[in-house]
């Protein structure tokens, strides 16, 4: 449900009026992330660090299923955080220094907490009872950011 949203709001920014639409790359980037939303949430991730309980830390290896899960979920770490650095450049260029930064911090807590959760799904040590956390801080950030870039643009042409 909530990459077919998000499929909505790339089409809405894409046909923004002017001045509101910002660069062209977000709505791509955006759909990008949607689909892969989408896709991720019809293949169901291999079990990892014990969960569900019962399971061991890492499977021997990962299945068809697990592996699809992985590719679709990739945009969503990947292509929403480069479209916060994309948004943060531009509001940069517009003189939206607040805007800009939020933008910037968003993707880079994203992209680090991205990067810790892959290391503790991995079983880096110490990051391993933290990477479900790490995970969603990442996915929980560029959704607040995808949130309050949309209530701006509502704001912007209503």
């Known amino acids: 449900m909530t990459g077919a949203l998000y499929v909505g709001e790339a089409v809405g920014l894409a046909r923004s009026p002017g001045a509101e639409r910002g660069p062209r790359a977000v709505p791509i980037l955006i759909g990008s992330a949607a689909i892969g939303l989408i896709g991720a949430g019809v293949f169901a991730t291999d079990p990892v660090s014990g969960y569900p309980p019962g399971t061991p830390d890492q499977a021997s290896?990962?299945?068809?299923?697990?592996?699809?899960?992985?590719?679709?979920?990739?945009p969503v770490f990947l292509a929403l955080p480069a479209a916060a650095a994309v948004e943060a450049r531009h509001a940069w260029r517009r003189g939206d220094r607040v805007w800009s930064l939020y933008s910037a911090k968003s993707a880079a807590v994203s992209l680090l907490m991205f990067g810790a959760a892959?290391?503790?799904?991995?079983?880096?040590?110490?990051?391993?009872?933290?990477?479900?956390?790490?995970?969603?801080?990442?996915?929980g950030t560029v959704f607040g950011w995808l949130t309050a870039m949309s209530v701006r643009r509502l704001r912007a042409i209503g």
């Open 61 to 74: 290896e990962n299945t068809r299923v697990g592996w699809l899960h992985q590719i679709f979920s990739l």
């Open 118 to 139: 892959s290391a503790g799904f991995g079983q880096q040590p110490r990051l391993v009872d933290r990477a479900g956390l790490c995970q969603r801080i990442a996915v």
